[in-house]
């Protein structure tokens, strides 16, 4: 044993039963330790810290399709209580939509295994196995499912298909994939139509590009402006006449005014529609106070002489 050893060993021999001497023996180790320990954390300092969040949002703005140009169209009405006892000729029609739209992800045998069901999580469901279905195995519940799509999975939704399609695809999936498949009861298919209004028909509008319809909504603007700057003009040059006289008298303002009879079509049809626009909202549409102080024959001639500009 060194000399070192033995003196050290003395030590706590002497320190024992003296707390505060004890501790005073092995406080420079425990500092030694600290300082060791906090160089340690130090040098690692920046990987501790580091962030895992990308400092930029990936853009994902690229992602985003513009509306495509849609014409109006009509979707016809179901008779739900006949999806009951569906016909040859349904089926077989669910059977090319089948194809068309679902054996891609769904195989085409039902089983989950198409070719684009590989990048799928979670996978495409397996027609043929009764667990898991998220909405059912009825007729109503797949329609359901065609009809909003299953959110957080691989299953879109099949609004763009009219209710006749949904019910044939509907049907061939429980005939072809789906052994002895639970029948639907009257008052399931009467809430599928109330849900959907499937018995009524719907009347769908036409869709247009958002910047198609910028353009429109540009365009018509620029037209009522330069109506505006028109009549603005006309107006000036025949300050003289009755009518003239009276507008420049009630008009406040008179471009408001006028932007106010471009934008509506009702107060040309009666002079007391045109009446009740001006004296209802006086000093908002360009009209003065002075409208109220207007008789009968001042009144026709101001509707007279405005409806021959518009």
Not at 123 to 137: I, V
Not at 264 to 271: I, T
Request: hydrophobic fraction near 35%; include cysteine; aromatic fraction near 8%.
């Amino acid at each position: 044993m060194s000399i070192f050893e033995r003196s050290f060993k003395q030590k706590i021999e002497e320190a024992k039963g003296n707390p505060a001497g004890l501790f005073a023996l092995i406080y420079p180790y425990l500092l030694i330790v600290g300082i060791v320990i906090g160089l340690l954390y130090v040098s690692k300092f920046n990987t501790i810290s580091r962030q895992a969040v990308p400092p930029v949002p990936p853009d994902t703005t690229a992602a985003i399709q513009e509306l495509t140009a849609k014409p109006a169209r009509t979707i016809p009405p179901v008779d739900v209580m006949q999806m009951k006892t569906p016909s040859r000729e349904l089926i077989a029609k669910g059977k090319e939509l089948y194809s068309a739209n679902c054996s891609s992800c769904h195989g085409t045998d039902g089983k989950g295994n198409g070719p684009a069901a590989a990048g799928l999580n979670p996978p495409p469901k397996d027609y043929t196995n009764k667990d898991g279905w998220k909405n059912g195995l009825k007729i109503s519940d797949i329609y359901k499912t065609l009809q909003e799509g299953i959110p957080g999975s691989g299953m879109a939704s099949y609004e763009y298909l009219t209710p006749e399609d949904k019910f044939a695809l509907a049907e061939f999936i429980r005939s072809e994939f789906i052994q002895n498949p639970p029948a639907d009861t009257d008052g399931d298919l009467l809430n599928l139509d109330l849900t959907y209004n499937l018995s009524q028909g719907v009347e769908l509008p036409a869709q247009i590009p958002v910047s198609a319809a910028e353009s429109i909504i540009i365009n018509e603007s620029g037209i009522k402006q330069q109506k505006i700057v028109s009549v603005l003009k006309s107006i000036s040059n025949d300050s003289g006449s009755e009518g003239a006289i009276v507008f420049n008298k009630v008009a406040g303002n008179k471009n408001k005014v006028l932007t106010m009879l471009a934008n509506s079509d009702e107060w040309k049809a009666s002079e007391k529609n045109f009446i009740d626009l001006a004296v209802n909202n006086v000093n908002v549409d360009g009209f003065n106070n002075s409208v109220f102080k207007l008789n009968g024959n001042d009144w026709d001639t101001l509707f007279k002489y405005l409806n021959k500009y518009y």
